[in-house]
């Protein structure tokens, strides 16, 4: 019998110069945009996904909202995290775990996930190394910040990447989307 | 008499993740696309402009070309060159000179030039940083190289650009025009 497979997508926003927060995580310069009335296709996007992938500066960032955003299971990829204990108002919707980008994909496949959302610059970067990342959704933000926590980071060898399509808001946001190629 | 006064435009290609060369300067990634037949606009670019500025690294790359391209008069900002000669078959095409950005384009004012193409990153960088540059058209070729000479640098406050327009091409080029806002 084969192994399932889970696919992993990104949608994520960044500054033109590449950045998706600043140094110590704001994200003021996305959060000031004029966007009122404009829909990203982000609620479409999350519709599709059967599962969550973050990291630790992720899950804290999203942790100190009000209310919990997501509906679908959150798996946070942190060593540091994965002796503590979720807070109590998550349990059952996040779970901490120490494991490798292949071994997150492969519990989650296991569990009957077949699209897993992938977030935040590191988990992505490292997703992409392992050839996890099925397609991309980037939104560029009209704005230069020159110093943040980037999307990107070193890979191994160049990746490819297929342009399926570009949509611009009247905000200025451009959105690609990408599918990675081989 | 008010002085002159030109305006600084950047036309450049960049690979998703923000890089205009690997780090040895190689574009291999660049000449690579599939883009035969496509117009990108750089003739219609290039025909608007009435002087070029460039650093030494793209002056060195493009000088080892067999034919010179630019038919604009090029200035070409290296402390390091300024005491050489400038090629045989460059001069009176080619200056080299020690100038800040601001005294740069001040220069190419008082000399009739009105729109002046800024090229290369660290030049493109500290002419942005002067506010020197007022419009930028970027083309995201759709590839992660991971490591190279970036664009963009950093930037003494937040950069606010109106986005002018975006066009897609075939090969899966996208290019945005950029209005520098203030």
Chains 1, 2 share one sequence.
Do not use: C, K, N
Request: no cysteine; charged share 20%.
């Amino acid at each position: 019998m084969e192994e399932p497979v889970a696919t992993g997508h990104v949608f994520i926003a960044t500054s033109l110069d590449g950045f998706i927060a600043r140094p110590d995580g704001a994200i003021d310069w996305l959060l000031a945009q004029p966007v009122a009335g404009e829909d990203h296709g982000y609620d479409a996007f999350m519709a599709g996904m059967d599962a969550l992938v973050m990291g630790r500066g992720t899950f804290e960032a999203v942790a100190s909202f009000e209310d919990w955003p997501y509906g679908v299971p959150v798996l946070v990829l942190s060593r540091q995290l994965v002796g503590t204990d979720v807070p109590a108002r998550l349990r059952g919707r996040v779970r901490f775990a120490d494991l490798a980008p292949a071994a997150a994909m492969a519990l989650l496949a296991a569990e009957g996930a077949v699209r897993v959302y992938v977030d935040g610059g590191r988990v992505v970067q490292a997703f992409l190394r392992e050839g996890l990342i099925a397609d991309m959704v980037i939104t560029r933000v009209p704005v230069l910040i020159g110093a943040g926590r980037p999307l990107f980071g070193d890979v191994a060898r160049d990746v490819a990447l297929d342009h399926q399509e570009t949509r611009v808001f009247p905000s200025g946001l451009v959105q690609s989307r990408y599918r990675v190629a081989g």
